[in-house]
Structure formats: C-alpha cells, structure tokens
Antibody, heavy 120, light 110 residues
Framework: QLQLQESGPGLVKPSETLSLTCTVS??????????WGWIRQPPGKGLEWIGS???????YYNPSLKSRVTISVDASKNQFSLKLSSVTAAHTAVYYC????????????WGQGTLVTVSS | QTVVTQEPSFSVSPGGTVTLTCGLS?????????PSWYQQTPGQAPRTLIY???TRSSGVPDRFSGSILGNKAVLTITGAQADDESDYYC??????????FGGGTKLTVL
C-alpha cells in the first residue's frame, strides 16, 4: 500500500521560503504513470492544486502560483519537495502531498497533510 | 483563468437523492476533462470517490455515481446517509499537466 508523508517546518516567517518534503513508501517514485503533486487548503477554505512533478523531472505548476513555486524530486530517497518563496499570511494552509495517476487521471493517494503557518 | 464551479452548499434528507454539479466558468465539462470527485470530512485528507467521470474508487459504495449531464459533471448520491455529510470537491484535468479544483460543496444531511 502506497503511503505518503509530509515533513517540514510548521512555522515560517513572512517573506521567507516555505519548504516541505514528501516521502513515498510502499512503492517507487520512479513510476512512469505517476505524477507527484502538492495541494493546499487554507483554514476553512477549499483545496487548491499547487503543482506536480514526474520522476523524469517534468514539472507542472498552477499558473497563479508559478512564479513562487519550485517542485523537485530526489528519486534516490523516494522523495519530492515543494518550495514556495516570499510567503505571506495568505499562504498559511494545510499542505498535502499526493500521487496523481496518469493512467486513471485521478489523485489516488494522499498524505495526511501538514499545517504550515506563516507568522512572525 | 479557468474557474471550476460547484454549489457552495447543499442539503439532503436521509434516504434522499442529491446531485452535486461541477461546471466551468467558460465552456462545458466533458469526459476529456476526466472529472473526479473527492470527499473530505473535517481534519481528514480527501478520499477519492469517482474518477474518469464515472468510475468508483475501490471501496466506494454504489450509492455514489458520477456522470456528465448537459455541460457539467455531476455526482449523485442515492439513499443519502448521515455519514455522507462532508465536503465534496471535483477536479478537472485541463490538459498539459494542469489540474483545477472546484470550490467544494458542503453537504448537510438532515
């Protein structure tokens, strides 16, 4: 059973860079049919797709966040990461990592989510 | 920018049938958007219900079904139960690796 687990600081200061890592277990990140993505949910609000990466390194970003976001993959560690630069309080959210299966075009595995608060 | 629309809230009586919709601010939803639906209860990660318009994810009861009606994707819950009270999100694949979530529908069962 594939499992995903987010890790990283729960508190980030305004104007700094938010950095999170997702560790994949129970399967390989080197799966041709998988994209590995990040999704966020501000408190009391809806879900927003941030972006995805394929193990080959191809990346896809939400156009509204593209200028701030970098997603990378470390296949040797079965991990992928998110960096969101110049954060503000508006970036306070639960951040989920997830697998997006290209063969079924669905998000089929989710991490439990991690709350990141942007505050000084 | 593409906006995926959902009803903010909906109410259904226990045992009743409810149809939640997923549309586009401009244009029609088609099977080519591979609509998928997710259920989320407070404090939990979303759970996949339906993918590729009408395929139920493993373990999802058959009272949940998906389809295209007119220019929207729809999620129908037949015989609603108390534990169906959740937030429901649709996601559309826009091509070129871009996915867009709808704003979500808060379903109340009462």
């Amino acid at each position: 059973q594939l499992q995903l687990q987010e890790s990283g600081p729960g508190l980030v200061k305004p104007s700094e860079t938010l950095s999170l890592t997702c560790t994949v277990s129970g399967g390989s990140i080197n799966s041709g049919s998988s994209y590995w993505g990040w999704i966020r949910q501000p408190p009391g609000k809806g879900l927003e797709w941030i972006g995805s990466i394929h193990y080959s390194g191809s990346t896809y970003y939400n156009p509204s966040l593209k200028s701030r976001v970098t997603i990378s993959v470390d296949a040797s560690k079965n991990q992928f990461s998110l960096k969101l630069s110049s954060v503000t309080a508006a970036h306070t959210a639960v951040y989920y990592c997830a697998r997006q299966d290209l063969s079924t075009v669905t998000i089929d595995y989710w991490g439990q989510g991690t709350l990141v608060t942007v505050s000084s | 920018q593409t906006v995926v629309t959902q009803e903010p809230s909906f109410s259904v009586s226990p045992g009743g049938t409810v149809t939640l919709t997923c549309g586009l601010s401009s244009g029609s939803v088609s099977t080519g958007h591979y609509p998928s639906w997710y259920q989320q209860t407070p404090g939990q990660a979303p759970r996949t219900l339906i993918y590729n318009t009408n395929t139920r994810s493993s373990g999802v009861p058959d009272r949940f079904s998906g389809s295209i009606l007119g220019n929207k994707a729809v999620l129908t819950i037949t015989g609603a139960q108390a534990d169906d009270e959740s937030d429901y999100y649709c996601v559309l694949y826009m091509g070129s690796g871009i996915w867009v979530f709808g704003g979500g529908t808060k379903l109340t069962v009462l």
